[in-house]
């Protein structure tokens, strides 16, 4: 079955900087786009940056809050997409969450900005 694991959130002071990561098991990596998404409190989810699979060119595209700031990668040899977060602000404290179609979720990992 499609399991997406995610891990590295935590505690960082604004302009910091976090590595999500996205352990996924369970289908063909290289064959699915991927995402993070994120929910901040109070907020509804909210798509953060997607990349595509090995056949579209492993293309990627980023919401306008945090181009940039921003770096989504995925290594399909080990099944792992990741997330470098740099210039973190306070308003980027969410819970972020792996996803794939089907639709497949993460349990989210929380990432928190605050001095």
């Known amino acids: 079955q499609v399991q997406l694991v995610e891990s590295g959130g935590g505690l960082t002071q604004p302009g910091g900087s976090l590595r999500l990561s996205c352990a996924a098991s369970?289908?063909?990596?290289?064959?699915?786009?991927m995402s993070w998404y994120r929910q901040a409190p109070g907020k509804q989810r909210e798509l953060v940056a997607t990349?595509?699979?090995?056949?579209?060119?492993?293309?990627?595209d980023y919401a306008d809050s945090v181009k940039g700031r921003f770096t989504i990668s995925r290594d399909n040899a080990k099944k792992m997409m990741y997330l470098e977060m740099n210039s973190l602000r306070p308003e980027d404290t969410a819970v972020y969450y792996c996803?794939?179609?089907?639709?497949?979720w993460g349990k989210g990992t929380l990432v928190t900005v605050s001095s």
């Open positions: 990349i595509t699979s090995v056949a579209s060119g492993s293309t990627t």
């Open positions: 369970g289908f063909v990596f290289s064959l699915y786009d």
């Open positions: 996803y794939r179609a089907g639709p497949y």
